[in-house]
Structures are given as structure tokens and as C-alpha cells.
């Protein structure tokens, strides 16, 4: 049955050639394989001395203070 698949398929060479090279075909691939980009910090990184978001500090006078619990 796998056989029956791989002999249908065009050899990688010619796959390679029609997506417009191998970057362009390994690029393809992996997104396919591994999804899009995520794009973005979301709620940002965490704070190293509180553990709390970044996005949830206060700016004052230019440094970051720790959200009060």
C-alpha cells in the first residue's frame, strides 16, 4: 500500500524545481509540518524578580516596579 503512494509521487527533484527551489520547498515543508510563526511576545516575559509579567509592572520615573500582591 505505501508503495502503491510513493510510486504516484513525482520524484523530490522535480518537487524541488516547481516550488521555485530548495528554500522555497524546505520552507513550504516545515510550515506544514510545524505550523506558521507565532509572532509576538504575547503577555511579554516574565519578571526576574517577581515572577509577574513585564506588561503588568509600573513605569515610574523610567524603571519597573513590581505589581503590589
Request: charged share 25%; with cysteine.
Amino acid at each position: 500500500m505505501i508503495m502503491g503512494r510513493a510510486a504516484d509521487r513525482k520524484p523530490l527533484r522535480t518537487r524541488i524545481r516547481e516550488a521555485g527551489g530548495f528554500y522555497q520547498w524546505f520552507n513550504t515543508t516545515l510550515i506544514g509540518l510545524a505550523g506558521p510563526a507565532q509572532v509576538g511576545e504575547g503577555r511579554g516575559t516574565p519578571c526576574h524578580r517577581c515572577g509577574a509579567f513585564k506588561a503588568e509592572h509600573r513605569l515610574v520615573e523610567g524603571e519597573l516596579h513590581c505589581p503590589t500582591p
